[in-house]
């Protein structure tokens, strides 16, 4: 099914399943401890056998010799692959890193043995004994000194933008306004912090590899893995059932995939491979750090004149950049803009996705930004937002946004958190030793369109099985898949078994980018639409005319038992959504309001979240229930970036101190209140038939600089480099309260 004109009335437009807040349809397995996770397949291998990795402990240079006599005589060892005996293995999608082989090493922790034997512990051990020489040369690991070294890059995401974006000219405008601001931010390091680390198990039979492995895109895993050994993708086969959170970690391949196939194929037996817990900080991917510098000039009555934002940021020399400015090109209009980004090369883990990449780092800065340009104009900062609203896309005014309404967010919001409470005066509001404020921020995330098909089988008992390659990270998929088929088929959710993360699957977009549930359910309703006309024609039905609903099949005065279409048999369909250039005449985007209440102890600068509010417009909402988890979720993160979240980085030797969830600081239950959500009711017919766009990223944007204006109007102390821990504010309390 192709995609190409705006969505008209449809079969998902009842309403009747969809958009209901059916609780998840595999909860009972995870509280069970049943789903199966990728390092637990007792069901699919026996007598594995474990790896462990070992790391460099240097970030870049060469391993010279490596020793591993010591360790090839440890009890149960079964084998010893070492860098130095493997060619470098060619870098998989979307990253610029070989995982494992050649002498190279590039970054700290970096992959450059793998220790095999029959148990965890005695891997463990013996990984201990492997002795190592290397040739280290000096390491680039601290942003702000090798920022001058930075390189003009593009956004490779978006290239149809320059690597300098300029409209109108900037340099005048910003001259000739009457206010203007010029300021620097910067973010940190970050890493994804999810439960379940990087995990595989493997096993190789008849030349042909099966892996149970946490991947978020079935498809990107299993063709990266076949590229780096060698073998054709057809004899790779990939399961992911059940991830346990990846939060863009888990979307590229990792070392522990590839170590557990070559471990496998070395021992001849099934091979088990982690990353250790430090190993994912070092080993992994992570958010790379920022230095934006953000330049803004208004006319008195607060129109945006000109907007500049450049981004500094720091990665493996041709790796991606953590697109800061995305969200500039498009949250506001201006006449006058330049936008840009230089990346400084860096030898530390590879900078790559983490929720909402670009637009999270970006409105950190971007959104703090417009505060202070609203109180150098003596403008509310949300009266500030809806002034430079834009329903065009400002680098192309013929290319209108789909559905736009930042603008109901932002009144929808205040209205409900009460901002007409809020103090203007920093300081001014008081609970005992406790400084309140009140914060917001402006949140946006394109929508992305991905291919995706789904398969079908209507079974002669009546139920319905749904297959595709899609993902679950906890998000859901499980469930508004076996709504949107029991939606599409007129049945109840619990006759629809959903299967899902099986490379033998067709193949669908996979979790991340908010791109999946909105792709995944447009091919399920392809799939679906094909199965309704094989039913159709079965049963003697015009499938245009045709209704299903309640277990039957209506059309005018006839209506027919769906069973009854598979009385000789089983029906079998499979399709996929594929789209056109919508895209080109339409900006698909999702917004939010993000707003925040904190009190700041007035002697100690201690911070506490009060209480938060999204107010979301992203299409049509699939199931609010599990929709509101996503969004919880995302400002929880945000909390996180907002206040505590930053790798150290030890720039003596290249590596991130902070390496485990000991030290790198997460938010915790006591950490967050009561959060509310709210969606806005708008379907989009231009994104898809489903008319729903992503919900998985945009909790998150705007939500730390929400609370970062929180902080300000609570104590009149701006910290422009997140996160604002208390040590930031310490020094000047006395002066704010």
């Not at 099934?270 to 250790?276: D, E, G, H, N, Y």
């Not at 209704?547 to 769906?562: D, H, T, Y």
Request: net charge neutral.
């Amino acid at each position: 099914m192709k995609f190409d004109t705006p969505a008209g009335q449809n079969s998902i437009d009842r309403m009747r399943i969809v958009g209901r807040p059916f609780r998840r349809v595999d909860g009972v397995r995870k509280v069970t401890g049943t789903a199966p996770y990728a390092y637990e397949r007792h069901d699919a291998v026996t007598d594995p056998a474990y790896g462990w990795i070992v790391g460099a402990t240097i970030a870049r240079g060469r391993v010279t010799r490596i020793d591993a006599a010591a360790v090839r005589a440890a009890p149960g060892v079964l084998a010893v692959l070492t860098t130095l005996e493997h060619d470098a293995a060619p870098p998989g999608f979307r990253t610029t890193l070989h995982l494992f082989g050649g002498a190279e090493v590039r970054h700290y922790h970096q992959a450059v043995a793998l220790v095999v034997a029959k148990t965890f512990e005695e891997a463990r051990a013996a990984a201990h004994l492997v002795r190592i020489d290397y040739d280290a040369e000096p390491v680039r690991c601290d942003l702000a000194a090798e920022a001058h070294k930075a390189v003009p890059v593009a956004d490779r995401d978006s290239p149809d933008y320059p690597e300098v974006d300029r409209i109108g000219d900037f340099a005048a405008a910003l001259a000739a306004a009457p206010v203007t601001l010029d300021e620097t931010y910067t973010t940190p390091d970050q890493t994804h912090g999810m439960m379940e680390p990087h995990a595989t198990t493997a096993a190789w039979h008849d030349g042909q590899l099966t892996i149970w492995t946490s991947a978020q895109v079935v498809s990107w895993h299993r063709n990266s893995l076949a590229q780096a050994l060698g073998i054709a993708r057809e004899d790779v086969r990939l399961e992911a059932p059940f991830i346990g959170g990846g939060f863009g970690s888990k979307l590229i391949m990792r070392s522990d995939a590839l170590l557990a196939a070559l471990g496998a194929r070395a021992v001849g037996r099934p091979c088990k491979v982690a990353l250790q817990r430090p190993l994912i900080a070092n080993n992994g991917t992570r958010r790379a750090g920022t230095i934006q510098r953000i330049r803004l000039g208004a006319t008195h009555d607060g129109r945006l004149t000109a907007i500049g934002h450049h981004s500094v940021n720091g990665n493996l020399p041709g790796a991606y950049t953590e697109a800061a400015i995305a969200p500039t090109r498009l949250i506001y209009g201006a006449p006058n803009r330049e936008l840009s980004m230089t990346l400084a090369a860096l030898d530390l883990a590879e900078g790559n996705d983490m929720r909402a990449p670009g637009e999270a780092p970006g409105l950190m800065a971007l959104e703090i930004a417009m505060d202070e340009m609203a109180e150098k104009l003596g403008i509310d900062p949300v009266a500030l937002r809806i002034r430079n609203d834009t329903q065009v896309d400002p680098r192309k005014p013929q290319r209108r946004f789909s559905e736009r309404h930042l603008i109901e967010c932002l009144t929808v919001g205040a209205e409900r958190f009460g901002w007409a409470r809020r103090h203007p005066v920093p300081g001014s509001m008081r609970d005992d030793h406790w400084l309140l404020g009140m914060g917001m921020a402006a949140g946006f995330r394109q929508n992305l369109l991905m291919p995706s098909g789904a398969r079908v089988r209507l079974e002669q008992d009546g139920r319905l099985s749904v297959e595709t390659d899609m993902t679950d990270i906890g998000t859901g998929s499980y469930t508004i898949l076996a709504q949107t088929a029991a939606e599409m088929m007129g049945l109840p959710v619990d006759a629809v078994t959903v299967r899902l993360g099986d490379s033998a699957y067709p193949e669908a977009a996979g979790s991340g980018g908010q791109f999946g549930a909105n792709n995944a359910m447009s091919g399920l309703y392809a799939a679906c639409t094909t199965l309704r006309a094989s039913v159709a024609a079965r049963l003697g039905f015009n499938a245009e005319d045709v209704e299903f609903a309640g277990g039957m099949v209506k059309a005018g005065s006839r209506s027919v038992p769906l069973r009854d279409a598979v009385e000789a048999g089983p029906l079998t369909a499979e399709d996929r959504i594929t789209y056109g250039d919508l895209d080109k005449d339409f900006v698909q985007a999702t917004f939010a309001a993000q707003f925040a209440e904190v009190a700041v102890n007035r002697f100690t600068g201690e911070m506490r979240i009060r209480r938060m509010l999204a107010v979301i417009d992203a299409g049509r909402v699939l199931n609010p229930l599990t929709a509101r988890s996503q969004v919880i979720g995302a400002m929880t993160m945000g909390v996180g970036a907002a206040l505590m979240e930053a790798l150290a980085v030890d720039k003596r030797h290249g590596f991130f101190i902070n390496h485990d969830l000991g030290g790198y600081e997460v938010p915790v239950h006591a950490d967050i209140p009561h959060l509310d959500v709210v969606f806005l009711d708008h379907p989009d017919p231009v994104s898809s038939p489903m008319k729903a766009k992503g919900i998985g990223e945009i909790g998150l944007c705007g939500a730390a600089a929400a609370v970062a204006n929180a902080v300000y109007n609570a104590t009149g102390i701006r910290v422009r480099d997140y996160p604002i821990t208390l040590d930031k504010l310490l020094d000047r309390l006395p002066r704010a309260a």
